[in-house]
């Protein structure tokens, strides 16, 4: 069974970056064809979709997040990571990982594999 778990700071200052890490056990995150994402969820907001890396290390963003996002990942670990600079509070919100066939922001009530969501507030 393929669990993820996010990992990273629960509270960020404004202007600096939020880091974030998901763990994926019971699979690999090179499996073929699979696309790893994150997504986050603002109080009172619906799903918002950040982006994604796929098996083969390609990523894929946001138009509107592309200029502050970077997704990464760590074959060894077997963990892709979620970079988000320059901060505000607007960017305070319950942050998933989630993996699937699917890609993209209209796929994500359809996604197989769901970390469990870490709340990030950014504040002083």
């Known amino acids: 069974q393929v669990q993820l778990q996010e990992s990273g700071p629960g509270l960020v200052k404004p202007a600096q970056t939020l880091s974030l890490t998901c763990t994926v056990s019971?699979?690999?995150?090179?499996?073929?064809?699979?696309?790893w994402s994150w997504i986050r969820q603002s109080p009172g907001k619906g799903l918002e979709w950040i982006g994604a890396?796929?098996?083969?290390?390609?990523?894929y963003y946001s138009p509107s997040l592309k200029s502050r996002t970077s997704i990464s990942r760590d074959t060894s670990k077997n963990q892709f990571t979620l970079r988000l600079t320059s901060v505000t509070p607007e960017d305070t919100a319950v942050y998933y990982c989630a993996g699937d066939l699917l890609l993209g922001p209209r796929t994500m009530g359809y996604l197989d594999l769901w970390g469990q969501g870490t709340l990030v507030t950014v504040s002083l």
């Open positions: 890396i796929d098996y083969s290390g390609s990523t």
């Open positions: 019971g699979g690999s995150i090179t499996t073929n064809s699979e696309y």
